[in-house]
């Protein structure tokens, strides 16, 4: 399964969403998920990937790691996934 | 109703041993938080937290005391000891027959949960001291104290997350103010600050990596502290007939729930509790000289309780000073409320309030006297103390000076 693919599958699951729902477009929001919904979706990541993500919920835009969307999560896990291997 | 005094108070925290030594850094706006020192703190990605340092239990305890207390129960005997001896009360006859402990913890013995899981699990080991199940138990600091100081009336823990102490004293006072205690001893203790503990914490992602910033702008997080807070209520007529040194009279207390979220905070939880209190206690709002804040250095907490305040006081918020303490000890968890209380004392009996210290950047969704940084002097009357939960249930307690 391709990053972008286990990403959906993680966000769809934390949304009660089908993967097809959830677009490369999608915010989390648009998505219906809350401030713990984001937390459990960090965690999820960080365990299929095995990487660490920088995310405080106390302010989730300070982060490197961009959450706006779908694809700048994609994008995020690669870049990390690159910097801690 | 009865008139309900505080006539002791005990406590043990980052900032120090003893009531006089923490008084004095709070006075001082000292910082008790710094690197923490356990077991496998490299694995922790927070490694900050408001330590209780030099504190040799063993040579307080004997060893078969040390087989049956956590740290959580050291803390709170050696808090409580303090406390019973400013009172000068001995527990005997009828007066120990109807007084007792009513104390606060959100994990209880969590050190001993944490040591033992890591011998069975970990080292593989297939059988645990017989006394593990007594020590990490809720009430066994509770207990304990009951025991160490024969108090032979109703007893129990409170545990309502970082709220617990504030329930515990609240329980306290009512057993008082009914009559059906003459006095009660009462407050709380958390000792989290193992790996396990730290850990669990760290799942939630609202820990700050280097400092308590409550209010101010540029705040990250919380940081855990640990230690104890104990205090000793007392009827006003039992207190005033023994000529006892009144510290400050608890004058009412409100609980609420907000019955909305496991974790956000809610502002009309916090409204309802702390007007709650007020009315309890039949105090008018311009009365209310400083409010010891939750204040946890959360984004989420910090703007809540500010909009709280701002809606239950109206004009007069802006005169009022409020102040979180647990930038110098750390958030204390079940045993915060408790040694928070310390600060309302020190407030209503001394004139100096504790500041809020770490403050750097003015945050304009809390624009309150927050106390920056340093301790002022102020005459004030009363003071009331926050605590708002997990699981959305507040308790607040109103105080006023002697």
């Keep these: ?85 | 109703m009865k008139r309900v005094v505080i006539t002791g108070a005990g406590t043990i925290n980052a900032l120090g041993h003893d009531v006089p030594s923490t008084l004095t850094a709070m006075r001082e706006g000292v910082c008790g938080i710094a690197a923490l020192e356990l077991r496998d703190v490299d694995r922790l990605s927070i490694q900050i937290g408001g330590q209780v340092r030099g504190f040799e239990a063993e040579g307080r305890y004997n060893r078969q005391q040390m087989s049956l207390y956590d740290r959580f129960t050291q803390f709170t005997l050696a808090a409580a000891k303090e406390a019973i001896d400013q009172s000068g009360l001995t527990f005997s006859g009828e007066l120990a027959a109807k007084s007792g402990v009513v104390l606060g913890t959100a994990g209880g013995g969590v050190s001993t949960w944490d040591d033992n899981y890591r011998s069975v699990y970990e080292d593989g080991k297939n059988r645990v001291h017989p006394f593990v199940v007594p020590k990490l138990m809720n009430n066994a600091a509770a207990s304990h104290v009951s025991m160490e100081h024969n108090l032979k009336g109703p007893s129990f823990t409170v545990s309502t997350a970082c709220a617990s102490s504030n329930h515990a004293m609240a329980q306290a006072f009512s057993m008082v103010r009914s009559g059906m205690a003459p006095a009660m001893v009462t407050g709380g203790s958390e000792s989290m600050l193992c790996f396990g503990g730290v850990k669990a914490w760290e799942g939630l992602r609202v820990m700050s990596r280097d400092a308590c910033r409550p209010f101010s702008a540029n705040r990250n997080g919380m940081v855990q502290g640990e230690g104890a807070g104990v205090f000793v209520f007392e009827e006003y007529e039992h207190a005033r007939a023994r000529g006892a040194d009144i510290l400050c009279e608890v004058a009412g207390f409100a609980m609420s729930s907000d019955a909305s979220d496991i974790v956000m905070p809610s502002k009309n939880g916090a409204s309802r509790a702390m007007a709650g209190a007020l009315a309890d206690a039949g105090i008018d709002r311009d009365e209310v000289g400083y409010i010891n804040a939750h204040g946890t250095g959360t984004a989420a907490n910090d703007k809540t309780e500010c909009a709280a305040v701002a809606d239950v006081f109206g004009p007069h918020a802006d005169k009022l000073m409020i102040s979180s303490t647990k930038s110098m000890h750390g958030h204390l968890i079940g045993g915060t409320g408790a040694v928070e209380l310390l600060a309302c004392i020190m407030a209503l009996r001394d004139g100096i309030i504790a500041p809020t210290i770490g403050y750097e950047e003015p945050d304009p969704e809390c624009a309150l006297d927050v106390v920056p940084n340093e301790a002022r002097e102020a005459k004030i009357k009363v003071a009331i103390s926050n605590a708002f939960a997990f699981g959305g249930m507040n308790a607040v307690l109103a105080l006023r000076a002697a």
Excluded: C
């Design chain 1, 1 to 85: 399964m391709s990053t972008k693919d286990k990403v959906i599958a993680i966000i769809a699951e934390q949304a009660v969403l089908e993967p097809s729902d959830v677009t490369m477009n999608s915010t989390l929001e648009d998505l219906g998920i809350d401030s713990l919904g984001l937390v459990e979706s960090i965690f999820s990541i960080e365990e299929a990937f095995d990487i660490s993500v920088p995310f405080n919920a106390n302010d989730p835009k300070a982060s490197d790691f961009d959450i706006s969307t779908v694809a700048s999560i994609v994008a995020g896990i690669e870049r990390l996934q690159a910097e801690q291997s």
